[in-house]
């Protein structure tokens, strides 16, 4: 299986300024079609998680274009430009490059300082 | 407007089956894969498997759940399933139910079920 790994686990952020997360994985995620199968989500306190990035850098519908997904192949990178207070929460990176098993990084708590 | 409205709590004992849902509405769900998710209580998400609900033959399981849940869907009431023969209290935590797009991202999520496996 794919394993993805979050850095830092823990980011205390001060609203206005930039944060980032990186997520690195065990194998490729660049498929043969030329995508990166990296989503990135965001699960706000006592909330469902929702999409944020997907196919590595392309941001779903509505989400702020404070948020910015980069990377190819093992290493990714979720900006935010200015943090906002309600972008704290749990980030988590997922893979579906392999279709028949799909995973999952450890997350990242972001909270203001 | 496209939801996923997922079934309320449970609590259940050791041993005891159980299936929980997921209603989709605004959209067939036929037309998309949907996957199912574990959160345990204060940790992170865990995928356990997808299923395509056109034809209820096609889906997938991660190891770590395979042989233990059954993903299963009902195309003819917009509905999908995850269900165990034999829950263990290790079970307990929210599922989610979501809904992949073409590119396989979830786009749309359910609710949570939470479901209490306690003797």
């Known amino acids: 299986d794919i394993v993805l790994t979050q850095s830092p686990l823990s980011l205390p952020v001060t609203p206005g300024e930039p944060a980032s997360i990186s997520c690195r994985s065990s194998q490729s995620l660049l498929h043969s079609n030329g995508n990166n199968y990296l989503d990135w989500y965001l699960q706000k306190p006592g909330q469902s998680p929702q999409l944020l990035i997907y196919l590595g850098s392309n941001r779903a519908s509505g989400v702020p274009d404070r948020f910015s997904g980069s990377g190819s192949g093992t290493d990714f990178t979720l900006r935010i430009s200015r943090v906002e207070a309600e972008d704290v929460g749990v980030y988590y990176c997922m893979q579906s490059v392999q279709s028949s098993s799909f995973t999952f990084g450890p997350g990242t708590r972001v909270e203001i300082k | 407007e496209v939801q996923l409205v997922q079934s309320g709590p449970e609590v259940k004992k050791p041993g005891e089956s159980l299936r929980i849902s997921c209603k989709g509405s605004?959209?067939?769900?036929?037309?998309?894969?949907i996957n199912w998710v574990r959160q345990k209580p204060g940790k992170g998400l865990e995928w356990m498997g997808r299923i395509d609900p056109l034809d209820s033959y096609t889906h997938y399981y991660s190891p770590s759940f395979q042989g233990h849940i059954t993903i299963s869907a009902d195309k003819s009431i917009n509905t999908a399933y995850l269900q165990w023969s034999s829950l263990k209290a290790s079970d307990s935590a929210i599922y989610y139910c979501?809904?992949?797009?073409?590119?396989?991202?979830?786009?749309?999520w359910g609710q949570g079920t939470l479901v209490t496996v306690s003797s």
């Open positions: 605004g959209f067939t769900l036929s037309n998309y894969w």
């Open positions: 979501t809904r992949l797009n073409d590119f396989w991202s979830a786009n749309y």
